[in-house]
């Protein structure tokens, strides 16, 4: 498997422009989460689905970010209008959940690094 | 919610001594707790993990700990190496999917 692959790998927009995140999750994995990675902020859980259903959205800053997952192998994190405090690095991951033990490995895409100017 | 509190949060050693890094987490029913190594540039990868049914484990030369009454848990790296320079991440889960929380991350210098 290619593992999780995320795009654009960089981006650099103008603040006010509506900036849209890709993921393919690794295939077969039922677990997906956007975490945001910033020097102040460390790796913060923005939000994570369950086969497409979002279970958790708590970790979105504001009405400026959406996420969707249409179909198990693709999901979106949008933000509209974008501001400079948005840089970051946006990583997605996904999971397997394994009968009969706890936790499971998160697998992490190679992140999308967001320069808002 | 849970939270997750990581100390140091800068280690330098001496290549060939042992590091040590230091994670607290305030949720009880947390029951999975994996750490984290970030390379500059990369992405996070899983090195170690524990679940609380087992008190510690280890691999090669890394081994992770976990006091449940304490609620802390902690990585030791020994003959530390110059690669083993990174940011390393402990983490804290309800498992079954439930979302992980991550501490704020050590980033790590050994020197040659």
């Known amino acids: 498997d290619a593992g999780v692959i995320q795009s654009p790998r960089h981006e650099v927009t103008e603040m006010g422009q509506e900036v849209t995140l890709r993921c393919k999750p690794i295939s077969g994995h039922d677990y997906l989460f956007w975490y945001r990675q910033t020097m102040m902020r460390g790796l913060e859980l923005l939000i994570y689905f369950n086969n497409n259903v979002p279970i958790d959205d708590s970790g979105m800053p504001e009405d400026r970010f959406s996420a969707k997952m249409p179909n198990a192998s693709f999901s979106t994190l949008k933000i509209q209008p974008s501001e400079p405090r948005d840089s970051a690095v946006y990583f997605c991951?996904?999971?397997?959940?394994?009968?009969?033990?706890?936790?499971?490995?998160?697998?992490f895409g190679e992140g999308s690094w967001l320069t808002v100017v | 919610g849970e939270n997750v509190e990581q100390h140091p949060s800068t280690l330098s050693v001496q290549e060939g001594d042992s590091a040590v890094i230091k994670c607290t987490y305030s949720?009880?029913?947390?029951?999975?707790f994996p750490w984290y190594k970030q390379e500059l540039g990369k992405r996070p990868q899983l090195i170690i993990d524990i679940r609380s049914n087992v008190g510690e484990k280890k691999d090669q030369r890394i081994a992770v700990t976990l006091n449940k009454t304490a609620k802390h848990f902690s990585l030791h790296i020994t003959e530390t190496q110059p690669e083993d320079s990174a940011v390393y991440f402990c983490?804290?889960?309800?498992?079954?999917?439930?979302?992980?929380?991550f501490g704020a991350g050590t980033r790590l210098f050994v020197k040659a």
């Open positions: 949720d009880s029913a947390s029951n999975y």
């Open positions: 983490a804290a889960s309800m498992g079954g999917g439930f979302k992980t929380i």
């Open positions: 991951a996904s999971s397997l959940l394994s009968q009969g033990t706890s936790g499971n490995t998160i697998y």
